[in-house]
């Protein structure tokens, strides 16, 4: 139940195109979903994050999605660019449990020019 | 934000001996935690660091192989005891903020022969 399932593994976007990460969970006590961009030898990002109240949050060319009902929510990059060729985790927290973050698997990002 | 920084930034480690990575963070923070990554994997929670009292540790870590300290708001340690090779990961730690967002810092890359 603490799980945060992430897909796919991998993924491969041509310039300008739109990437597309997808997460589920199954604990509903879950109150805050960030998303974290990784790049080689270097510790997560904090990219953007939602809470379970909105369905969207935009922010540049980086917007969460969230389906509440059907405890998923995802990641979509609008206008790849080869500069956002990184692994992106998704994770989720909750208040209760001091707002340790579990993580799902991460996506590898490939933006070809 | 917050900037963290960690040492050392990577080391190699014989078998049986011990490393501390020292975690620093710019500003006092109530919560700071303690994360292993393993060659191309995700993050899992180590414990979490508290300031004045033992460290929470998650299930499968003890403090016999992972003691951790917290003198102040600012800093913490994670010693990594009897190294095998099976330790050999990125260690990270993280910091959270307002708005339960949490920071990480660069990580150190620990290899042990």
């Known amino acids: 139940q603490q799980q945060v399932k992430q897909s796919p593994q991998s993924l491969i976007v041509q310039k300008g195109g739109i990437s597309i990460i997808n997460c589920a969970y199954e604990?509903?006590?879950?109150?805050?979903f960030p998303w974290y961009q990784q790049f080689p030898g270097k510790g997560p990002a904090l990219l953007i994050a939602?809470?379970?109240?909105?369905s969207e949050k935009k922010e540049g060319r980086f917007t969460i999605s969230f389906n509440k009902s059907a405890k998923q929510f995802s990641l979509h990059i609008m206008d790849s660019q080869p500069g956002d060729s990184a692994t992106y985790f998704c994770a989720a927290s909750m208040e209760d449990s001091s707002y340790k973050l579990i993580f799902g698997s991460g996506t590898r990002l490939l933006v070809r020019p | 934000s917050a900037v963290i920084s960690q040492k050392p930034s990577r080391d190699i480690c014989q078998r049986g001996t011990s490393l501390t990575i020292q975690c620093q963070v710019d500003?006092?923070?109530?919560?700071m935690f303690w994360y292993r990554q393993q060659p191309g994997q995700s993050l899992t929670l180590i414990a979490t660091?508290?300031?004045?009292?033992?460290?929470?540790?998650e299930s499968g870590f003890v403090i016999d192989k992972f003691p951790i300290s917290r003198p102040n708001l600012t800093f913490s340690t994670l010693t990594v005891s009897n190294m095998s090779p099976e330790d050999s990961s990125i260690y990270l730690c993280?910091?959270?903020?307002?708005?339960?967002?949490?920071?990480f810092g660069p990580g150190t890359r620990l290899t042990v022969l």
């Open positions: 604990n509903t006590a879950f109150d805050y």
């Open positions: 993280s910091v959270e903020k307002q708005g339960n967002e949490q920071f």
């Open positions: 500003s006092q923070v109530t919560m």
């Open positions: 939602i809470r379970p109240d909105v």
């Open positions: 660091a508290n300031q004045g009292s033992e460290a929470t540790y």
